[in-house]
T-cell receptor
Framework: RKEVEQDPGPFNVPEGATVAFNCTYS??????FFWYRQDCRKEPKLLMS???SGNEDGRFTAQLNRASQYISLLIRDSKLSDSATYLC????????????FGKGTKLSVKP | DAMVIQNPRYQVTQFGKPVTLSCSQT?????MYWYQQKSSQAPKLLFH???????NEADTPDNFQSRRPNTSFCFLDIRSPGLGDAAMYLC????????????????FGDGTRLSIL
């Protein structure tokens, strides 16, 4: 089983749609969780951290389910500018801070 | 203002010719990382520095070396680039290591896209 797994997509959705991505991780010792956004041929940028209680930032909601070892990202009212690849990222306890990246889920928002 | 700066944005080198990629940061972060990312793949950690302490990933080829002369700068040296080394190289920083607790997101530079002729 891969350490961090995501559906690669692409998810093609119309503007205004709500879209959700899931990500599973294999190591129960994982401690910190993030969603990064990466535009084509650009660097990853932190979208949001994921907290145990779930957290929201504008149109974006992140949730963590430790029992099932998955993380989700919900995007409401999709904009054309949301088109990007969304990387699920996990930090393992005792791993010297190394982040484990998923391969990403590609989202394409169409007019 | 850019906080993690990589130079150059695009680097072309010849097969076997040594090349150095540069990264600088204005965040005064303790940790600096180098990643390799190939098309449609996740970033792959090559190594990181915690202050002056160097930590090499087990599967990083010997061809890849790094230097951190001070807090602000970190270099990636590729001694004899092969065709398989063509990739985007990403530098990142974090205030501290995250393994001990708490969220420690990493901040990435724009990357250097390396091509091998």
């Amino acid at each position: 089983r891969k350490e961090v797994e995501q559906d690669p997509g692409p998810f093609n959705v119309p503007e205004g749609a709500t879209v959700a991505f899931n990500c599973t991780y294999s190591n129960s010792a994982s401690q910190s969780f993030f969603w990064y956004r990466q535009d084509c041929r650009k660097e990853p940028k932190l979208l949001m951290s994921v907290y145990s209680s779930g957290n929201e930032d504008g149109r974006f909601t992140a949730q963590l389910n430790r029992a099932s070892q998955y993380i989700s990202l919900l995007i409401r009212d999709s904009k054309l500018s949301d088109s990007a690849t969304y990387l699920c990222v996990v930090n393992m306890r005792g791993s010297q801070g190394n982040l484990i990246f998923g391969k990403g889920t590609k989202l394409s928002v169409k007019p | 203002d850019a906080m993690v700066i990589q130079n150059p944005r695009y680097q072309v080198t010849q097969f076997g010719k040594p090349v150095t990629l540069s990264c600088s940061q204005t965040l005064n972060h303790n940790v600096m990382y180098w990643y390799q990312q190939k098309s449609s793949q996740a970033p792959k950690l090559l190594f990181h520095y915690y202050d002056k302490d160097f930590n090499n990933e087990a599967d990083t080829p010997d061809n890849f070396q790094s230097r951190r002369p001070n807090t602000s700068f970190c270099f990636l040296d590729i001694r004899s680039p092969g065709l398989g080394d063509a990739a985007m190289y990403l530098c990142a920083t974090s205030r501290d290591l995250g393994g001990g607790g708490g969220n420690q997101p990493q901040h990435f530079g724009d990357g250097t896209r390396l091509s091998i002729l």
